[in-house]
């Protein structure tokens, strides 16, 4: 459920139709060098860098076709716009890309995609009428669908994830603490270390099996 802080796709942009919401999968070599040691690998907050720019660009070339076709749209920052003392959102890519049928969440509060969940999600609110994507009714998360995996919980190093609970003050601490490290090839206040060679890494494994 969306909390009630979060903005409704019409306080964006009024008389918004449609909630474009996509995927961009980090490759492989990205995810395994993040799946060791506590701190985020190099790659991974590269990975972090280099996608919130993409995102951002990307959003700017959605927003020129859409102009030109006449409609409008509204671009959402990729990240940072959170209240920072009680780590919420004013929009969430991962709800609404539940809500749109891109994936749906895991153990770790993370949404699991086709292309698994070890990447960034982007979304725009746009005036141009979309046929909407059906929502999947079967879990992508072996927990949820047969109780399974708990993989996510047992990498995390620091025990801010656990199967009924989340410390997001603990995760977030974590997170800037790897900004701190990274902090000449950007800002990238991540960790990653849940995501990082679990089932989930890089597709669906409830659809497509267990074995990495």
Not at 28 to 54: F, H, P
Not at 56 to 75: D, H, P, T, W, Y
Not at 134 to 147: A, Q, S
Request: proline content about 4%; some cysteine; charged content about 25%.
């Amino acid at each position: 459920m969306i909390s009630s802080e979060h903005l409704l796709p019409s306080e964006i942009l009024e008389n918004s139709k449609s909630v474009i919401v996509y995927f961009i999968p980090f490759k492989k070599d990205i995810v395994r060098s993040n799946s060791k040691g506590i701190c985020s690998s190099k790659e991974w907050a590269e990975a972090y860098v280099l996608t919130t720019q993409m995102i951002v660009k990307l959003n700017r070339f959605l927003s020129e076709k859409i102009q030109k076709m006449g409609f409008k749209m509204a671009e959402i920052p990729p990240t940072h716009n959170f209240d920072k003392d009680k780590l919420i959102s004013n929009w969430s890519h991962k709800h609404v890309a539940y809500i749109a049928g891109l994936g749906k969440f895991g153990l770790r509060k993370m949404i699991i995609t086709e292309k698994g969940c070890c990447g960034r999600l982007g979304s725009i609110v746009t005036d141009l009428k979309l046929k909407p994507t059906n929502r999947p009714d079967n879990e992508f998360c072996l927990y949820f669908h047969d109780k399974s995996c708990i993989k996510c919980v047992e990498k995390c190093p620091f025990g801010a994830l656990g199967i009924n609970k989340f410390d997001r003050k603990k995760c977030y601490q974590i997170c800037l603490s790897n900004a701190e490290l990274h902090s000449k090839m950007g800002y990238a206040d991540v960790c990653g270390k849940c995501l990082s060679i679990v089932p989930c890494s890089l597709r669906n494994p409830v659809i497509r099996g267990k074995k990495d």
